[in-house]
């Protein structure tokens, strides 16, 4: 099979308006009308020749992104907009070092993200994902891929390159990706609208409707932020007969999604915020993006068509309070994923045994060509909860008049489970056999028997869980000179039920495996800023993810500047 993609060759508009009339005054006079604006790009500045400065939360902690000892790229939610970056799958065709990769087909959650060429296929993810500081990191399996939030209302995307075994802890081996939200403005009441509309060669109309709402509740204190996204992939990959070549269906691969978000600031007294906060999504793919390298381009003559559904709801709680000497953050958040998918099942369960029919002695001539010729679905029901928390103590920003000395310290638990239910019918083998005037069950044939003609049923059930502890010192010899100390402990248990049966699973099985282990992930760094637009900068960490028996692991060693200019 071949992937391939479609590509936008139409027109894009845009419309946005914002009711805070000071900050729409400057922004109708200064950004190009080529370039619709964002949410976070609202209440921008002037534009000036001068370097921008761009703040991320990569140690997190507010910071330079031009003065941290990291590979990190980053793209502002202005940047998404205005080059049509709508997915995770852009992200990978615009950021070096980021890849995907899927063996279970091409389409909507079914790929795994890859930085730096690290990756595994299965077993636990080798990048983390995170929405602002709440993990959507999951364990790969072929029935599904990596959680891809759509990119929509977004204060900017950190992609962290390299080991972050220290601060993300398990499964960033290659790196970690952050996707950054919009905040509630506790002060200005703001309304936009964001339409774009495009066409697919070979396919039809896509679009795009975003919907974003802040309104201050009260001044100063409490601020609600609701934002709505409806979109429309077009497909353009047509279903033709096996037999005439003629086509049975146009675009079959096409995708609806609804994305909604909804997030609460709260001040209740001075030094304290609390943000709760629920993102929900709904992509509703009708089939995959492949088609068969022996017909015409962007065509298809499976039998069993392969759509997906998958749904993401993250509620979550953040709780800043400001010590005085430090901040401490709380993040309380659950995580669940529900992915129904359907698989084209004809060659591995209808072939495979409609050979095997042949190959009997005993078996009626023909059947095995006929039941070759059925249809058969994998019907694959994935489901993911997670429930962590992390606490965590960040000194403030370094001050040569208080002290040479930063410092971030924390704990982290989580709790995930990964159930996957899987069940492979035939269409129409019993019917098959009856015809024939053959017992299915019979020891000198199959000698099994498919209820309601299923061939195959499999129950997953993975539970994992997480405790750990973790920090980083950072000595400044001089404002422009300082050296990193880290290291993250954790321990982990790791486990897996099985239940199978019938023919493909040689009748009724169950198994258990499970395992208990730790890890310890240092990490040193030396930072250099030679001058205001350049850093020189030297680290060495380790990443890690768990294992079956054991932890693998990762280590990088990078000597790199940093050139704003």
């Known amino acids: ?52 400065t761009v703040t991320v939360t990569a140690q997190k902690r507010k910071e330079d992104a031009s003065k941290i000892p990291l590979s990190i790229s980053v793209m502002t939610g202005e940047d998404l907009v205005g080059q049509h970056i709508t997915d995770v799958g852009d992200i ?4 070096p070092n980021i890849s995907y990769s899927g063996a279970s087909g091409s389409g909507a959650g079914l790929s795994n993200i890859e930085i730096r060429g ?30 891809e939030p759509k990119l929509f209302d977004l204060d900017r995307i950190e992609v962290l390159r390299g080991p972050q075994g220290t601060l993300y802890g398990a499964s960033s081996m290659g ?28 396919g039809g109309t896509n679009y795009t409707v975003n919907g974003v709402f802040n309104l201050p509740i009260i001044k100063d204190e409490m601020a609600l932020r609701i934002g709505l996204q409806k979109g429309r992939e077009s497909g353009y990959i047509d279903q033709v007969s096996p037999t005439t070549g003629k086509v049975i269906a146009s675009g079959i691969n096409s ?45 298809t003559s499976k039998i069993v068509r392969e759509p997906g559904k998958d749904k993401l709801v993250v509620p979550s709680l953040t709780v800043n309070y400001d010590l005085g000497f430090a901040d401490l953050v709380s993040v309380s958040s659950y995580f669940k994923r529900n992915f129904d998918r359907t698989q084209d099942g004809t060659i591995v369960n209808s072939s495979y045994i409609g050979g095997l029919i042949n190959s009997l002695p005993n078996a009626p001539a023909g059947l095995g060509d006929v039941v070759s010729g059925l249809p058969s679905a994998v019907y694959l029901n994935n489901e993911i909860t997670q429930f962590s928390q992390e606490i965590r103590v960040a000194s403030k920003s370094y001050d040569p008049t208080v002290s040479p000395i930063t410092w971030i310290g924390g704990v982290y638990y989580s709790n995930l489970r990964t159930n996957v239910v899987d069940n492979e019918p035939v269409f129409g083998i019993n019917q098959a056999f009856t015809a024939a005037g053959a017992n299915i069950a019979d020891p000198a044939l199959l000698g099994f028997a498919f209820p309601q003609d299923n061939s195959y049923f499999s129950a997953r059930h993975y539970h994992t869980t997480q405790s750990a502890v973790f920090g980083e010192a950072n000595y400044y010899f001089s404002p422009t000179l300082h050296a990193t100390v880290g290291a993250r402990y954790l321990r982990a248990s790791d486990s897996l039920t099985r239940d ?57 060693v990078s000597v790199q500047p940093i050139s704003r200019t």
């Open 175 to 202: 790196g970690t990706i952050k996707f950054i939200t919009n905040q509630p403005n506790l002060n200005e009441r703001e309304s936009n609208l964001y339409s774009e509309v495009s066409s697919t060669k070979g």
């Open 118 to 147: 690290v990756s595994s296929a299965a077993g636990s993810s080798t990048v983390g994902i995170y929405m602002d500081d709440v993990s959507m990191t999951t364990r790969n399996l072929y029935s599904l891929g990596s959680a």
């Open 255 to 299: 995708e609806d999604s609804s994305v909604a978000r909804i997030a609460l600031k709260w001040t209740p007294i001075r030094g304290l915020v609390i943000t709760p906060s629920v993102f929900y999504q709904d992509v509703k793919s009708d089939d995959i993006d492949a088609s068969y390298l022996d017909l015409p381009k962007n065509q």
């Open 92 to 95: 990978t065709r615009s950021i």
């Open 500 to 556: 199978g049966d019938f023919f493909f699973a040689g009748g009724p099985a169950h198994s258990y495996a499970a395992s208990d282990f730790n890890a310890f992930t240092p990490k040193f760094s030396v930072s250099w800023q030679v001058d205001p637009n350049n850093t020189l900068y030297a680290t060495a960490a380790q990443g890690f993810r768990l294992g079956g028996g054991k932890t693998a692991r990762y280590r990088s």
């Open 1 to 52: 099979m071949e992937v391939q993609k479609g590509k936008l060759v139409f027109l894009a508009a845009a419309i946005s308006s914002l009711f805070a009339s000071s900050a729409w005054a400057q922004q109708s006079t200064d950004i190009a009308p080529a370039v619709p604006p964002t949410p976070a790009a609202a209440t921008a500045g002037k534009r000036t020749e001068q370097i921008e």
